[in-house]
């Protein structure tokens, strides 16, 4: 169980990079896109790491968080939550 737990996590991971790939080279400023992508991943993994008791998850500040955070952007925060809501 634990492999698939494992290889699910690398597929959406692998998703959702290829996605905001193509979203961001479609853009005309695509730096500037991707910029604004990973300040709000980050912002939304801060808040939920401070402010997460309240809905029943605080994630923790390690590097593969704050990497996921950063190069997927909010969907990165969601893949966190989910992963944490496919374990539990």
């Known amino acids: ?10 597929m959406l991971w692998g998703i959702c990079l290829l996605i905001l790939l193509f979203f961001y080279i479609k853009r005309q400023k695509p730096v500037r896109t991707f910029l604004l992508g990973s300040i709000t991943g980050l912002t939304a993994l801060f808040l939920l790491h401070f ?11 390690c590097t593969a968080n704050l990497l996921t955070s950063t190069i997927l952007g909010i969907p990165g925060t969601a893949l966190i939550v989910l992963t944490h809501a496919l374990t539990a």
């Open 1 to 10: 169980m634990f492999f698939f737990r494992n290889y699910l996590y690398w």
């Open 51 to 61: 402010y997460g008791e309240a809905v029943g998850f605080a994630p923790t500040l």
